[in-house]
């Protein structure tokens, strides 16, 4: 049973800067491809960004061009650097990871984007 425990998320200007962070545990050499998502305020979940366990990571264009996802094997965590916040950027940040065919979500961490 793969575990995924997101954080880094909080308050944060419009134009400034965050990094979330999510630590997964158990059942981690099944992991193959990690996600980011995320759920803003009455909307649907929708994709951020992807990761393959060899680093090839892809973006949905919500924040394309102002993100960055990375993945350290070793420690078991994935990264996403997020720059030039919007406040259409709030939302609460959802690690996703595949291990076979099961997939397993985080409980999030909240974004929110405000001056």
Same mark, same amino acid.
């Given at each position: 049973?793969?575990r995924?425990?997101?954080?880094?998320g *909080?308050?944060?200007?419009?134009?400034? /800067? +965050?990094?979330i962070s999510? =630590?997964? %545990?158990?059942?981690?050499?099944?992991? #193959?491809?990690?996600g980011?998502?995320r759920?803003p305020?009455g909307?649907?979940?929708e994709l951020?960004?992807t990761?393959?366990?060899n *680093?090839?990571t892809?973006?949905?264009? /919500? +924040?394309?061009?102002?993100? =960055?996802m %990375?993945r350290?094997?070793?420690?078991? #965590?994935v990264y996403?650097?997020?720059?030039?916040?919007?406040?259409?950027?709030?939302?609460v940040?959802y690690c996703?990871a595949?291990? *076979?065919a099961s997939?397993?979500?985080?409980?999030?961490?909240?974004?929110?984007?405000? %001056?």
């Open positions: 049973q793969v995924l425990v997101e954080s880094g *909080g308050p944060v200007q419009p134009g400034g /800067s +965050l990094r999510c =630590t997964a %545990s158990g059942g981690i050499f099944r992991i #193959t491809n990690m980011w998502y759920q305020p909307k649907q979940r951020v960004a990761i393959t366990r *680093g090839v892809t973006y949905a264009s /919500s +924040l394309k061009g102002r993100s =960055t %990375s350290v094997n070793a420690n078991n #965590t996403l650097q997020m720059n030039t916040l919007k406040p259409e950027d709030t939302g940040y996703k595949v291990a *076979g997939v397993y979500w985080g409980q999030g961490t909240q974004v929110t984007v405000s %001056s």
